[in-house]
């Protein structure tokens, strides 16, 4: 049973890089079977699909933040990781890793919140 | 980009009542729409797939319909359990959006 946990800084300066990584275990990041992805909540509102990558390292973006994202892998640690740039507030948001499989997300990994603040 | 619209916002039921969720897209998505369930401080639980396909572990109560446009998620008769917000989300065009959400509470 794949499970995945979200690691990072929980403070991030604005106008810096946020960077988070996501520990896949229960199973290989490896696999042909799924991509991997990271979604957003900021606090009190929905959610946001940020961007997802494959574990030979193809990747695709949200339009709407693909000039700031990217996303990695790395298969020997059997994580996955996202860098964001030139954060603002507008970034405070919980940030959650998820297996995608086909055309949805399950299962999510337990979220950890990012702030943006000097 | 495929924006999706819930509604109500906010449904408020009491526990044995029968819930229906809507969520309509600005263009077709076929069958490819899921349902996700989010209770406070957890991340949301996949409930639905491809429209009508329960995931793994979730109760019959919830059944899921609908096709093109316009989807719906019904739940049978609400536990206390069931009481969370729901999202539904879509994917097209290697593109991934949800919709608002819909809170179910307790009337």
């Known amino acids: 049973q794949l499970q995945l946990q979200e690691s990072g800084p929980g403070l991030v300066k604005p106008s810096e890089t946020l960077s988070l990584t996501c520990t896949v275990s229960g199973g290989s990041i490896s696999s042909s079977s799924y991509y991997w992805g990271w979604i957003r909540q900021p606090p009190g509102k929905g959610l946001e699909w940020i961007g997802s990558?494959?574990?030979?390292?193809?990747?695709y973006y949200n339009p709407s933040l693909k000039s700031r994202v990217t996303i990695s892998v790395d298969t020997s640690k059997n994580q996955f990781s996202l860098k964001l740039s030139s954060v603002t507030a507008a970034d405070t948001a919980v940030y959650y890793c998820?297996?995608?499989?086909?055309?949805?997300?399950?299962?999510w990994g337990q979220g950890t919140l990012v702030t943006v603040s000097s | 980009e495929i924006v999706l619209t819930q509604s109500p916002a906010t449904l408020s039921l009491s526990p044995g009542e029968r819930a229906t969720l809507s969520c309509r897209a600005s263009?077709?998505?076929?069958?490819?729409l899921a349902w996700y369930q989010q209770k406070p401080g957890q991340a949301p639980r996949l409930l639905i797939y491809d429209a009508s396909n329960r995931a793994t572990g979730i109760p019959a109560r919830f059944s899921g319909s609908g096709s093109g446009t316009d989807f719906t998620l019904t739940i049978s008769s609400l536990e206390p359990e069931d009481f969370a917000v729901y999202y539904c989300?879509?994917?097209?065009?290697?593109?991934?959006?949800f919709g608002q959400g819909t809170k179910l509470e307790i009337k």
């Open positions: 998820a297996t995608e499989l086909v055309r949805w997300f399950d299962p």
């Open positions: 990558i494959y574990y030979s390292g193809s990747t």
């Open positions: 989300q879509q994917r097209s065009n290697w593109s991934y959006t």
């Open positions: 263009q077709s998505v076929s069958s490819y």
